[in-house]
């Protein structure tokens, strides 16, 4: 069972900061939080992952809170190419690790 | 880097036939793979672990001897379903291993009439 909630679905319009939360209550010390997206008919792309600090690259920033049970993943600047499904997943931090995926947020940019 | 490429994206065969998806690590490479499938609407689900010179690990539910997986090389692993039916449809997806992150390929869409 995935061990996050996120909501279903979200709107945000184009240009705007899209905010996405995540909660993960259940998280373990050893456990990072990883986002990824899944545009419709491709394969997941990886986006962001962190373990308790704030982490940023050129696709988006992460907001872990100090207790690490939720966090936020942000696109600064929404475009129509954002518009996907998002997976916050929490897993231990080593590549051969499998994962389990949730319901994911439905995210629609909006023109 | 960590590209992850499948062949074909797209196959549509008749009931009873089998079919061979391909995936493979294109930089780098990968001592497990793994398989997911997804029907319409719903979200990833694990089939296996696929292991580079040993057995495959099939999550609970999966058959084994439906979906043969082969794993030969650091970056290249196959699955193949077994004498297909209508109800095997779906979005299948293959990921990699690389470093702390997995990385996924595009998908294949499997179509069997």
């Not at chain 2, 990968?30 to 089939?47: D, E, G, H, I, V």
């Not at chain 2, 779906?90 to 069997?112: K, W």
């Amino acid at each position: 069972d995935a061990k996050t909630t996120q909501p279903p679905s979200m709107d945000c319009a184009e240009g705007r900061a899209a905010n996405l939360p995540c909660n993960h209550s259940t998280i373990s010390g050893n456990e990072y939080v990883y986002w990824y997206r899944q545009i419709h008919s491709q394969g997941p792309q990886y986006i962001i992952h962190g373990l308790k600090n704030n982490e940023t690259n050129e696709m988006a920033s992460l907001i872990i809170t100090e207790d690490r049970k939720s966090s936020t993943l942000i696109l600064p600047h929404a475009t129509l190419r954002d518009t996907a499904v998002y997976y916050c997943i929490v897993r231990v931090n080593f590549g051969n690790e499998k994962l389990t995926f949730g319901t994911g947020t439905r995210l629609t940019i909006i023109p | 880097g960590a590209v992850v490429s499948q062949h074909p994206s797209w196959v549509i065969c008749k009931s009873g036939t089998s079919v061979k998806i391909e995936c493979r690590s294109l930089d780098f490479q990968a001592t497990t793979m793994f398989w997911y499938r997804q029907f319409p609407k719903q979200s990833l689900m694990l089939m296996a672990t696929s292991n580079e010179g040993s057995k495959a690990t099939y999550e609970q539910g999966v058959e084994k001897d439906k979906f043969l997986i082969n794993h030969a090389s650091l970056t290249l692993s196959t699955l193949t379903v077994t004498s297909a039916h209508p109800e095997d449809s779906s979005f299948y997806i293959c990921s990699a291993g690389y470093t702390d992150t997995q990385y996924f390929g595009p998908g294949t869409r499997l179509t069997v009439l």
